[in-house]
């Protein structure tokens, strides 16, 4: 009994008190969604669905961490690069790239997300290259320097939605003729297709099992790397550059390559997030993304030095779970106009402010 | 009780522990007006936790305070803090300057005493408005630089003065508080260049002569030499010595520092030496020089044959650590160095690792461990990132094979008998002693043809320190591996080495028997005291 209850005590602390708080936090928001008399199933479905399409988003934090260049803000350079394969995906599919494939099967959809997914990790990996040899400049200021980065690159995207010279029907604004739209629907391209296929209905609760699937295999991947030769050489150089030089190791390279499989990762997550999202956001859409990012990887356990995937698939559950409860169930208690929103916008900041406040975290 | 008056600063039965560690050990020591008083010792010697008693620091309050008496003119005394120092005319010149780089160097000098004019405003809101009174500050400033002999106006801003002029700065700012007794300095001398170092010592000569105690902490014995008229050497919290400098010599105090009773570390019948002259070279140093701040090594020349152990010694700040250091790349290097007869490639990363030399850092913490990873991980990783040991196939890529590594991990805790609860344990957590048998164990397992150890025993107990000392014996004699040991403890290395360089300014002075006596030790170390006696 003794033990056993000592056995729990370490469990609980190696698990973390913030994580405890914020699990709490989110199974009182559920029953208070029950007792408001929502429908649960539905919430929880959406709750899998944001899960999904975060969970990648989130995993780019965790090369960036243990690189050493702590949790990568400048998501958005990923992001960008992200769009950038979506859109030109689009584009090959308007010149007719996928051919006589019938566009309402399952094959063209797997073939048109696959191949956003290799453009995505082409120009994401390209820029994450640069963004690398940009922060070894900086180092000790990496956090700082790459939200503002992420801004800057946000801001130099949106010039270039403007100016590239995209043709295809569905990217660009119809009457101009030119410059990408803000929110481009893909639904004649991959919108939904991971969402969609395998997918398990039980009445209102639905699972996106093959988008589930595909945030754990790429989980699973970086997992792999972590336990291989480089990676646990990067992970060293990243906990400790002076024992890592005395060991032979290249930290500056540890940290590029960190930082590019961080940005690359970035830029699938964004394909998986449009794709369950049915649509591509633009322009200053990904501003904040890095620090929801951030935040989620943070409550999930993660430090600013160590973080594990672990921590990304518990602190995605948790901070998206969250949110996702959190907006109806604020809708029901404050139905007056702009309430809703304003108490939206306190929650989610606010669970970023504990995250950032708690980035100690547990052991795990 | 006129007699006691003659002392500007008692200090008596000084102890002092952190959390059970006894750190000084019933120090006494008196300083008289007007005299310069080296204070001596290598590092850990319990240098600064005297000074910090002494200043009343909080370090030592939040620490459980310290025992013994303090008396600034015969009067005992208790300083809470820095500031109370201050006014009982306590000064101290700090190894890192505390300068205001944007204000003036009067400012700097005054700030915090500054002399003020009544305005309209202060007569109403009270004192905190009244205006600088410039050319009295000035003046003043004047009067304190011209005493040490700097040539430089008293407006210049301290940013984008030279080093050492900083540190003259400082020196002006403690003369000019007014009942200034006693200055401490702390290792002056360590960022200045000679010509800055020579001037900064006639300044603490004409600070004496005006009858200003000072105290002057320092590792290069040539500067005791010159100007200090009385030395206490400290090691390991204990007082070893006082002397006036006229009754001693560099040698001697050299001995003192370093020399203490041998203590038999490693029996004889498990250190068996072995005559390895005619063994093949194992390593070949030629002219190395290494850039490293503090153990700068300028010319560095030696052989170890294969099978032997090498021991290298000397004074703190000579350059002795450097050497390893530069080998293994971790500060710019050059020079002819030639591993089993392979050349190094200083501009190659882990280039000396690759050819078979293995390095057990004396930064432990720093450089040695990865603190936060486990006891099996930092055994395994070094072996693993060079020799693409403890890897297994998964699938295209190769994955840490954990059940290998837990396996070794146990053998090693087994063999150096590191106190743990097991290969998981975080190497954080460990103790000194264990902390340095996971280096050791880390550097084996990567199976070095050299292995390189520096300072293998600092900060560690007596038992780990023996434990380590005589598996170092152990593996020469049973497995032939060449070792290279640095150490600032001449008992050790004179315990297990074969021969044994003492390292002076940067350069190999001398390769002593460890049978030679402690005079010729003494003699090596202090070599480059004596040369700059006689220039």
Same mark, same amino acid.
């Given at each position: 009994m003794e033990r056993a209850l000592g056995a729990l005590k370490q469990g609980a602390k190696d698990f973390g008190l913030p994580r405890i708080i914020i699990l709490a936090f989110f199974f009182i928001l559920l029953l208070a969604a029950a007792l408001v008399g929502m429908d649960i199933p539905w919430l929880i479905s959406d709750v899998l669905l944001r899960w999904g399409m975060w969970g990648i988003l989130v995993l780019a934090m965790v090369p960036s961490i243990r690189s050493g260049i702590?949790?990568?803000?400048?998501?958005a350079i990923g992001i960008a690069g992200g769009l950038l394969g979506a859109l030109v995906s689009i584009e090959l599919r308007y010149f007719g790239f996928l051919g006589t494939l019938d566009p309402d099967g399952i094959t063209f959809g797997l073939v048109s997300i696959s191949l956003a997914v290799l453009l995505a990790l082409a120009f994401s990996s390209l820029l994450g290259i640069l963004y690398g040899l940009l922060l070894n400049r900086v180092k000790g200021n990496e956090m700082i320097v790459s939200t503002y980065v992420g801004f800057s690159f946000v801001a130099l995207f949106n010039i270039l939605w403007l100016l590239l010279p995209f043709r295809s029907s569905t990217s660009i604004w119809p009457i101009a003729g030119q410059g990408l739209r803000t929110t481009i629907n893909l639904v004649d391209d991959f919108g939904r297709v991971l969402n969609n296929l395998f997918r398990v209905e039980i009445g209102n609760f639905i699972i996106p099992t093959s988008l589930l699937l595909t945030v754990l295999l790429f989980c699973f991947v970086i997992w792999v790397f972590n336990k291989s030769r480089y990676g646990m050489v990067m992970t060293a150089a990243g906990s400790n550059p002076e024992y890592a030089k005395a060991r032979g190791i290249n930290v500056n390279r540890a940290r590029i390559v960190g930082t590019t499989i961080s940005t690359a990762l970035a830029g699938v997550g964004i394909v998986m997030f449009s794709q369950g999202l049915g649509f591509l956001q633009l322009y200053?859409?990904?501003?904040?993304m890095g620090f929801s990012s951030v935040a989620a990887v943070l409550i999930g356990g993660a430090t600013v030095k160590r973080a594990a995937i672990f921590n990304v698939l518990l602190g995605t559950l948790l901070f998206q779970g969250i949110l996702t409860v959190a907006l109806p169930v604020a809708n029901e208690l404050v139905p007056e106009g702009n309430l809703s929103e304003i108490l939206r916008l306190i929650i989610s900041n606010g669970i970023i402010l504990y995250a950032l406040s708690k980035a100690r975290g547990g052991s795990k | 009780m006129m007699e006691e008056q003659r002392y500007v600063l008692e200090l008596q039965h000084i102890s002092k522990e952190y959390s059970g560690n006894?750190?000084?050990?019933d120090v006494s020591l008196t300083v008289k007006k007007g005299q310069i008083y080296a204070l001596m010792g290598e590092n850990g010697a319990g240098k600064s936790t005297l000074m910090n008693i002494l200043f009343g620091m909080p370090v030592i309050h939040s620490t459980g305070g310290f025992t013994g008496t303090i008396k600034i003119s015969g009067e005992e005394v208790n300083f809470l803090s820095p500031h109370d120092a201050m006014e009982a005319g306590i000064g101290m010149v700090h190894q890192e300057f505390m300068l205001i780089p944007g204000f003036t160097i009067a400012e700097n000098i005054k700030v915090g005493r500054e002399d003020t004019l009544p305005t309209l405003p202060s007569r109403v809101f009270g004192p905190d408005l009244e205006r600088l009174n410039r050319p009295k500050m000035n003046a003043d400033a004047r009067v304190a630089l011209d005493n040490i002999g700097l040539d430089i106006s008293e407006e210049t801003k301290v940013a984008g003065l030279p080093v050492g002029y900083m540190q003259f700065v400082e020196i002006a700012r403690e003369i000019d508080k007014?009942?200034?007794k006693l200055l401490v300095f702390d290792e002056p001398t360590a960022v200045l260049t000679e010509s800055e170092a020579d001037q900064l010592l006639k300044v603490m000569q004409s600070l004496a002569a005006k009858g200003i105690a000072i105290i002057f902490i320092t590792h290069r014995l040539s500067e005791v030499m010159q100007v200090a008229d009385y030395m206490t050497v400290l090691r390991d919290g204990e007082l070893v010595a006082s002397k006036a400098i006229a009754d001693t010599s560099a040698v001697e105090i050299a001995e003192l520092m370093v020399g203490r009773a041998i203590e038999k570390l490693v029996d004889d019948d498990k250190n068996t030496k072995v005559s390895t002259e005619q063994n093949e070279v194992a390593l070949s140093v030629k002219d190395l020089y290494v850039d490293m701040p503090g153990e700068t090594a300028r010319g560095v020349t030696f052989e170890v044959k294969s099978g032997e152990i090498f021991g290298i010694g000397g004074l703190a700040g000579q350059g002795k650590v450097g050497i390893p250091n530069g080998l293994m790349g971790m500060f710019s290097s050059h020079g002819d160095v030639e591993i089993f007869g392979e050349k190094l490639n200083f501009?190659?990363?882990g280039n000396a690792l690759s050819k078979g030399l293995a390095f057990v850092s004396e930064d432990r913490r720093g450089v040695g461990l990865l603190l936060e990873e486990s006891i099996a991980h930092n055994i395994m990783f070094g072996a693993m990132t060079t020799k693409r040991d403890y890897l297994s196939n998964f699938g295209i890529t190769k994955l840490l094979s954990a059940g290998r590594m837990n396996r070794h991990a146990k053998d090693m805790i087994k063999l150096l008998d590191i106190?743990? %609860? @097991?290969?998981?344990?975080? %190497? @954080?957590?460990?103790s000194g002693g264990n902390q340095q048998k996971v280096c050791l164990a880390s550097a084996l397992t990567m199976k070095p043809r050299i292995l390189v150890v520096s300072e293998p025993t600092r900060g560690i107990d007596i038992g780990a320190k023996k434990l380590i000392m005589e598996y170092l014996a152990h593996l020469r004699q049973e497995e032939g591996l060449t070792i290279i040991m640095i150490s600032s403890e001449l008992a050790e290395l004179r315990s297990i080495c074969d021969r044994i360089a003492i390292v002076s300014d940067g350069k190999i002075e001398d390769i002593l028997a460890p049978d030679a006596s402690d005079a010729q030790f003494g003699l090596a170390m202090s070599a480059a005291a004596q040369n700059s006696e006689v220039s």
């Open positions: 702590g949790p990568n803000f400048g998501v200053n859409a990904p501003m904040w | 006894p750190v000084l050990q007014k009942n200034i501009t190659k990363l106190r743990c %609860v @097991g290969g998981g344990q975080r %190497v @954080g957590a460990l």
